[in-house]
């Protein structure tokens, strides 16, 4: 499935990745998503991220940070990959035993290539809209996630990219 992104790029985006979360590594939760994009290829995300409790404003608010990686595998030979940060206010449930949650925010993403399975981003840079809501399993999570990246018309074309997922969030 990973054959067409190129093995420096997947490892240079890894080690980058890694290198910029480790000061809140301890803290952080792993967070794992596998999904289907508008090309009907597969994705695949991987975060490390960290939640702070925002009670004090409004019971059952938080914020997750996260940083991590997108790979976009493709079946042309022009797989892509990019370094995302995905901030999302989340609201959590009344306290019952899966306390649902739902979750909004945008954050950005850095693309290695300008362009995916004959889509044309026009830049690397693209802004990550996402919306979630999911339920805790055990000491984890699962989330089902609808993100679109686009560059909101820096420049023409702007052929964003829709993705939806299925991800699990486990603490480290």
């Known amino acids: 499935m990973l054959k067409?992104?190129?093995?420096?790029?997947?490892?240079?985006?890894?080690?980058?990745?890694?290198?910029?979360?480790?000061?809140?590594?301890?803290e952080a939760d792993l967070y794992v998503a596998v999904g289907k994009n508008n090309e009907s290829e597969p994705s695949v995300k991987l975060e490390l991220d960290r939640e702070y409790n925002?009670?004090?404003?409004?019971?059952?608010?938080?914020?997750?940070?996260?940083?991590?990686?997108?790979?976009?595998?493709?079946?042309?030979?022009?797989?892509?990959?990019?370094?995302?940060?995905?901030?999302?206010?989340?609201?959590?449930?009344?306290?019952t035993a899966t306390r649902p949650f739902?979750?909004?925010?945008?954050?950005?993403?850095?693309?290695?290539?300008?362009?995916?399975?004959?889509?044309?981003?026009?830049?690397?840079?693209?802004?990550?809209?996402r919306v979630a809501a999911g339920l805790h399993v055990g000491r984890g999570e699962v989330a089902v996630a609808f993100t679109h990246y686009s560059n909101a018309d820096i420049k023409k074309p702007n052929n964003g990219l829709d993705i939806v997922t299925l991800g699990y969030r486990h603490p480290l």
């Open 4 to 26: 067409s992104i190129s093995a420096r790029a997947l490892l240079g985006s890894l080690l980058l990745g890694a290198t910029l979360s480790i000061p809140a590594l301890a």
């Open 54 to 95: 925002l009670a004090h404003w409004q019971p059952g608010l938080s914020l997750r940070l996260a940083g991590g990686v997108l790979l976009l595998p493709g079946d042309e030979g022009d797989g892509n990959a990019a370094l995302i940060v995905t901030p999302a206010f989340r609201y959590t449930f009344a306290d």
């Open 102 to 129: 739902v979750e909004a925010g945008v954050g950005g993403a850095l693309f290695l290539d300008t362009h995916y399975e004959g889509r044309d981003l026009s830049t690397a840079f693209q802004f990550e809209d």
